[in-house]
Nanobody, 124 residues
């Protein structure tokens, strides 16, 4: 198990940028595939981006490809989500999650450890 804590959300105008972070404690993030999910009001939680435990590969949902970047800092034991060119439809609570599988999964049911979430609001 690993404990996760997100921060860095906020309110931004459309076209702006935010960089939420997810600090892990208890175990090194290099042992886990890490992912960001989001949940908008009235909608199901959905996958956004993921990074393999080796950091060799990253994955993105089509809705954020080219605008968002997932990366990690093992010295800080932190995973980041750089979000550029934000749109009102990106408004959601953003969660980070950890999974110790060999391969990256894009479904939330495969992730055992979750943070509490950070709110991102994009105004038009």
């Amino acid at each position: 198990q690993v404990q996760l804590a997100e921060s860095g959300g906020g309110l931004v105008q459309a076209g702006g940028s935010l960089r939420p972070s997810c600090v892990a404690s208890g175990r090194p993030i290099g042992n886990f595939n890490m992912a960001w999910f989001r949940q908008a009001p009235g909608k199901e939680r959905e996958y956004v981006a993921a990074i393999h435990w080796s950091a060799a590969t990253t994955y993105y949902d089509d809705s954020v490809k080219g605008r968002f970047t997932i990366f990690r800092d093992t010295a800080e034991n932190t995973v980041y989500l750089q979000m550029n060119s934000l749109k009102p439809e990106d408004t959601a609570i953003y969660y980070c999650a950890a999974d110790s599988s060999q391969y990256v999964h894009l479904t939330q049911s495969k992730y055992n450890d979750w943070g509490q979430g950070t709110q991102v609001t994009v105004s038009s």
